[in-house]
Nanobody
């Protein structure tokens, strides 16, 4: 069982940057992939970015690709989502999730989830 805790959300102005963190409660293994999703009420969770914990390889969805960077720290238990030039349409609940075995790009394929952190971008 992996518990995930997100932090770093809140209210920001359009054009601002924000960094989200996701701390895992246990060690991560070489096959683990951590992803960031976002969800607007009434819509499905949409992947934003993902990172392989062992290799540091990254994947980005087109929606925010040019404005986000996903990374993880050396101890491989915390991942980050750095967001730049935020827009009001980026307002959403952001979730981190872990998949135990390999890459995936849809929410249903992830095994563990954090509670989510709200990011609100005002115009």
């Amino acid at each position: 069982q992996v518990q995930l805790v997100e932090s770093g959300g809140g209210l920001v102005q359009a054009g601002d940057s924000a960094r989200l963190s996701c701390a895992a409660s246990s060690r991560t293994y070489s096959t683990y992939v951590m992803a960031w999703f976002r969800q607007v009420p009434g819509t499905e969770r949409e992947i934003v970015a993902a990172i392989g914990f062992s290799t540091g390889s990254t994947r980005y969805a087109p929606s925010m690709k040019d404005r986000v960077t996903v990374s993880r720290e050396n101890a491989k238990t915390t991942a980050y989502l750095q967001m730049h030039n935020l827009k009001p349409e980026d307002t959403a609940v952001f979730y981190c999730a872990v998949r135990v075995r390999g890459w995936a790009y849809v929410a249903d394929e992830y095994d563990f989830w954090g509670q989510g952190t709200q990011v609100t971008v005002s115009s």
